[in-house]
């Protein structure tokens, strides 16, 4: 059995497969200070109370947080008895290639989204990334890498509006029914939506211009469907997409030593 475990700034996940199959996932806040002892006695627990009793014999990490890789990797050889593969590094092969400029360190849940965007939908594709960044990764014909565009996550930028202005109040995401709002939380509402909803079509539009060829744009993260609802924005959304690549990042290492 694999052990994907994807971290991200906001949460981590872990998720157990029988070859491509997906037997449970499960989630938890992101914490630096988190113990390979408590990892494993969350995840055990989590794994009883499903009654899921199975071997672990590989496991891959993905993390956009430096200061957990460590105690991850503890994690995996301490309980699971594997050495496990970590994106990012130099001896965890990539099945695509990576054409940025020269010492630029690309984040590895962004090069894991464009493996598995290609895997499932070939090449010339945007995949977007609804995380704490909301991130628009390129991937070129050949599933290359090519590079992307970093903005400010949905959730960011409300809590910002809500930090640097006292008068404003925290406010959940969600569609108006008017784009002008008679009421403050209305109105912070329909410029968060509607302000995303313009960056993604104006950014997608300028990627497909700069690249003068037809993209696909393949959406991934909670708040997608979301904004798929008020606009055809994406071609496809994928709710496992960055789990999927660490299963193919996986396989890709196994089948080339």
Same mark, same amino acid.
């Given at each position: 059995?694999?052990?994907?475990?994807?971290?991200?700034?906001?949460?981590?996940?872990?998720?157990?497969?029988?070859?491509?199959?997906?037997?449970?996932?499960?989630?938890?806040?992101?914490?630096?200070?988190?113990?390979?002892?408590?990892?494993?006695?969350?995840? /055990?627990?989590?794994?009883?109370?499903?009654?899921?009793?199975?071997?672990?014999?590989?496991?891959?990490?993905?993390?956009? #947080?430096? /200061?957990?890789?460590?105690?991850? /990797?503890?994690?995996?050889?301490?309980?699971?008895?594997?050495?496990?593969?970590?994106?990012?590094?130099?001896?965890?092969?990539?099945?695509?290639?990576?054409?940025?400029?020269?010492?630029?360190?690309?984040?590895?849940?962004?090069? #894991?989204?464009?493996?598995?965007?290609?895997?499932?939908?070939?090449?010339?594709?945007?995949?977007?990334?609804? +995380?704490?960044?909301?991130?628009?990764?390129?991937?070129?014909?050949?599933?290359a890498y090519i590079g992307g565009v970093i903005a400010p996550g949905?959730?960011?930028?409300?809590?910002?509006?809500?930090?640097?202005?006292?008068?404003?109040?925290?406010?959940?995401?969600?569609?108006?029914?008017?784009? #002008? +709002?008679?009421?403050?939380?209305?109105?912070?509402?329909?410029?968060?939506?509607?302000?995303? #909803?313009?960056?993604?079509?104006?950014?997608?539009? /300028?990627?497909?211009?700069?690249?003068?060829?037809?993209?696909?744009?393949?959406?991934?993260?909670?708040?997608?469907?979301?904004?798929?609802?008020?606009?055809?924005?994406?071609?496809?959304?994928?709710?496992?997409?960055?789990?999927? +690549?660490?299963?193919?990042?996986?396989?890709?290492?196994?089948?080339?030593?």
């Amino acid at each position: 059995m694999l052990l994907t475990i994807d971290c991200g700034n906001t949460n981590t996940v872990f998720a157990i497969w029988d070859g491509t199959e997906l037997v449970n996932s499960w989630r938890r806040a992101t914490n630096p200070q988190s113990t390979a002892d408590e990892y494993y006695t969350w995840l /055990r627990t989590s794994m009883n109370l499903q009654n899921i009793d199975v071997a672990i014999t590989d496991c891959i990490i993905s993390s956009t #947080v430096p /200061r957990v890789v460590f105690n991850l /990797r503890v994690l995996c050889d301490r309980y699971f008895d594997t050495r496990p593969l970590v994106v990012g590094k130099p001896e965890t092969k990539l099945p695509v290639g990576v054409r940025v400029d020269a010492g630029t360190a690309v984040g590895p849940d962004r090069l #894991v989204n464009t493996v598995a965007g290609f895997d499932r939908h070939g090449g010339d594709i945007i995949v977007v990334d609804f +995380g704490t960044a909301t991130t628009f990764d390129v991937a070129d014909t050949d599933g290359a890498y090519i590079g992307g565009v970093i903005a400010p996550g949905v959730n960011l930028s409300l809590e910002a509006l809500h930090m640097a202005a006292a008068a404003l109040p925290h406010v959940d995401i969600t569609q108006p029914q008017k784009v #002008v +709002g008679t009421n403050t939380v209305a109105c912070m509402q329909s410029g968060i939506f509607w302000g995303y #909803v313009g960056l993604i079509k104006e950014i997608t539009a /300028r990627i497909r211009a700069e690249r003068d060829r037809p993209m696909k744009v393949i959406a991934t993260g909670g708040l997608a469907p979301l904004f798929q609802q008020a606009e055809e924005l994406f071609d496809a959304f994928e709710d496992d997409l960055t789990m999927h +690549g660490l299963t193919v990042i996986h396989q890709y290492n196994k089948d080339n030593p």
